[in-house]
Nanobody, 116 residues
Framework: VQLQASGGGLVQHGGSLRLSCFVS????????IGWFRQAPGKEREELCC????????RYADSVKGRFTVSRDDAKNTVYLQMNSLKSEDTATYYC??????????WGKGTQVTVSS
């Protein structure tokens, strides 16, 4: 099982980015997938997740209304659309498969930098 996060970069305040998390080894529509981020000197923060059962989503208050998680089953990929970006969104972003056969899996992070 591997997760590959991509799509990070430098964006201006108020701009948008879409992150992708390509998953191999499992079928994403049977799994919960979450997005997290970690800024320098801060704890890793859970942002959102998408449910395996019905594709339902849940968001942290810090990103609710600005970020949207979605899934493309044909591409086995989960996306994080980030709008209205702020400087405090600057962080390394990770996707996570929280449980599969007794283990959890993290993708390598992708850096998002929001310039003011």
């Amino acid at each position: 099982v591997q997760l590959q996060a991509s799509g990070g970069g430098l964006v201006q305040h108020g701009g948008s980015l879409r992150l992708s998390c390509f998953v191999s080894g499992v079928t994403v529509n049977y799994q919960h997938i979450g997005w997290f981020r970690q800024a320098p000197g801060k704890e890793r923060e859970e942002l959102c997740c998408i449910s395996s059962e019905d594709g339902g989503t849940r968001y942290a208050d810090s990103v609710k209304g600005r970020f949207t998680v979605s899934r493309d089953d044909a591409k086995n990929t989960v996306y994080l659309q980030m709008n209205s970006l702020k400087s405090e969104d600057t962080a390394t972003y990770y996707c996570k498969l929280p449980y599969y056969r007794g283990m959890h899996y993290w993708g390598k992070g992708t850096q998002v930098t929001v310039s003011s």
